[in-house]
Every structure is written in C-alpha cells, then in structure tokens.
C-alpha cells in the first residue's frame, strides 16, 4: 500500500507541474488505509508562500477529520518536507513521514533550503533577518493567564 500511496503524491506533483509555471510537489495523508487529505504546491497560484504542498494537505486532512491532529495518519510526500513542512508536521503529530525524493534532489532543480536549515542553527541575533523583541511584558501578561486558565484545550 505505501507504493499506491506514494503514487498518488507523485501523480499530484507531475500534474501540478503540468500546468505550466506551478512547482512540483504533491502530498497525501492517510488515515486507515484511506486517503483523507491531499496537497499540491499552491504557492504560485495562490500567492500564499505557505501553501507547500504537504502545508495544503495537512490543512485538507484536518479539515475532513474534524481534528487539528493528524493522530493515527501518514505522510505521503513527493520530496522530502523542507523546514516549514517539517515544523508543520511534527506539531500535526502523525505517525509516519514517507517521502520520495531527496532535499538534495530537490536543490539540484532549484528549490534549495539548505541557508533556512543553517539559519536556524544561529542565535537570534546572529541571523541573516534582523528579529527584534517588541513589548515582551504585555505579551507575557496573555501567557500567564493561558497558563492558569482551566478550559483550555492543550496542544
């Protein structure tokens, strides 16, 4: 079944790339043994830098599980996730992340997050994008009471 599965993402991606200018990523989430949620890069068509195609298919999956969890589900995805997808999945929770090709594969065709990756190793203030803290206090004060509030629901 993993084949049939990752099938699917790689037809996604082929015809997404068909369709003149948009990237070539696809992605499927499965939940016993059923498809529940799928993704093509959609960040050219929509304007939306956030819509990988494993973003869009986790955001699909969601929404027909009625869940912001992805419990009990796998990953199917045409390469493998690049930093923002990975953050994204890891906080989805799934079981299982399959992938195809490689995020070296991936840099060879130009779409390379090697400087994001190494980015991230750096402290705040020794990052390329300046990140300055802005009325941390105030901001606290709304941790704090999310912090004591007793109907909230954890992540």
């Known amino acids: 079944m993993q084949e049939a599965f990752m099938r699917e ?6 015809e997404n790339m068909q369709k003149g200018a ?13 498809i529940v949620g799928r993704g093509r890069n959609q960040v050219t068509s929509t304007n939306d830098p956030t819509a990988h195609a494993e ?3 986790i955001r699909d999956a969601c929404k027909n599980l009625w869940s912001f969890q992805l419990d009990d589900c796998e990953i199917y995805t045409s390469c493998e996730p690049c930093p923002m997808c990975l953050w994204a999945i890891y906080r989805a929770r799934p079981t299982t ?7 070296e594969e991936a ?3 130009w779409f390379d997050d090697n400087f994001i990756y190494k980015e991230l190793e750096h402290p705040l203030d020794k990052r390329k994008m300046p990140m300055q803290q802005v ?8 941790f ?12």
């Open 9 to 14: 993402a790689i037809k996604l991606s082929q």
């Open 22 to 34: 948009w990237w070539p990523f696809g992605a499927v989430i499965v939940k016993d043994g059923k």
């Open 55 to 57: 973003m869009v298919a």
């Open 97 to 103: 992340v399959y992938y195809a090709n490689t995020k």
């Open 107 to 109: 840099a060879d065709i």
């Open 135 to 142: 009325l941390h206090d105030e901001a606290l004060v709304v």
């Open 144 to 155: 704090k009471a999310w912090k004591e509030k007793e109907d909230k629901i954890e992540y």
